[in-house]
């Protein structure tokens, strides 16, 4: 056994407190990975038609309705559609109907806005977006909380 000098004795304490440190971040760090806002099965669904990305975040799905934040990016394509119209929701394979569109009209290659159902979601269905009228329909799929 080697005898711990003052310089051992340094160097394993930094070591310790390297290793305690890292572990506080790595602990942090798990804590930090789940998103507190977002219930579980909701999120932003990121989904390629064509050359139109379309990013889909379900903002409500409960005994209210349905309401999405929609978000369309393309180089190439006008967005002109209309998007209540364009838009259908499915419950449990069920076709929702009454969609309202609040956000920016048509044209351009960037829109945003508040895609929203008032059929009541119960909680465990399955949710199915379908986007249609762009290159490709664009369909987003998630679970009722």
Same mark, same amino acid.
């Given at each position: 056994?080697? #005898?711990?000098? #003052?310089?051992r004795?340094? $160097? $394993? ?7 305690? $440190? ?10 930090? *990975?789940?998103?507190?806002?977002? #219930?579980?099965g909701?999120?932003t669904?990121t989904?390629?038609a ?6 889909m ?5 409960d005994?209210? +309705? ?7 990016d *393309?180089? %190439?394509v ?8 364009a ?12 969609a309202?569109? @609040?956000g ?8 945003? +806005? @508040?895609?929203?159902?008032? @059929?009541? $979601?119960? %909680?465990? %269905?399955?949710?199915?977006?379908h ?8 369909? +987003? *799929?998630w679970?009722?909380p």
């Amino acid at each position: 056994m080697l #005898p711990v000098t #003052p310089h051992r004795r340094t $160097i $394993i304490l930094l070591v310790m407190a390297a290793l305690l $440190i890292g572990g506080a971040i790595v602990w942090w760090s798990v804590g930090r *990975t789940t998103t507190e806002s977002e #219930p579980e099965g909701m999120g932003t669904r990121t989904v390629r038609a064509g050359a139109v990305e379309v990013r889909m975040t379900a903002l409500t799905l409960d005994g209210s +309705g349905a309401t999405f934040r929609l978000e369309f990016d *393309t180089h %190439s394509v006008t967005l002109d559609l209309d998007l209540a119209s364009a838009s259908q929701l499915r419950v449990n394979g069920q076709q929702a109907m009454g969609a309202t569109w @609040t956000g920016s009209g048509p044209g351009g290659h960037h829109r945003e +806005g @508040t895609l929203s159902f008032a @059929t009541p $979601i119960p %909680s465990g %269905s399955g949710v199915e977006l379908h986007v249609t009228g762009l290159p490709q329909d664009a369909v +987003g *799929t998630w679970t009722a909380p």
